[in-house]
């Protein structure tokens, strides 16, 4: 059984900082494109950065220089530490794998999320 367990949120000031975590179990995890996903309310879940197999990340604009994702393949997990947050960070996070080889090509799973608020 896939499951991904997002924890680390919370609520923190302006200008603080966070970090997320992910743990997944029951896949093959160093062959998972990993990500981290946000949705706020009231609006469409929105990409928030990317880390392939070999750990190149790649980030949307509006965190770019704020946030950084990582992975540990030996620990099976994705984190996201985010700083200098801002009140439209406020969302709820969710952390996917997306299948990258031949094998797994098309598997997309999801966690529940963690919800980050952003408020002083």
């Known amino acids: 059984q896939v499951q991904l367990v997002e924890s680390g949120g919370g609520l923190v000031q302006p200008g603080g900082s966070l970090r997320l975590s992910c743990a997944a179990s029951g896949i093959s995890f160093s062959t998972y494109i990993m990500g981290w996903y946000r949705q706020a309310p009231g609006k469409q879940r929105e990409l928030v950065a990317t880390v392939t197999n070999d750990g190149t990340p790649n980030y949307v604009d509006v965190v770019k220089g704020r946030f950084t994702i990582s992975r540990d393949n030996a620990k099976r997990t994705v984190d996201l530490q985010m700083n200098s947050l801002k009140p439209e960070d406020t969302a709820v996070y969710y952390c996917?794998?997306?299948?990258?080889?031949?094998?797994?090509?098309?598997?997309?799973?999801w966690g529940k999320g963690t919800l980050v608020t952003v408020s002083s």
């Open positions: 996917n794998a997306k299948g990258s080889t031949v094998w797994n090509r098309g598997m997309d799973y």
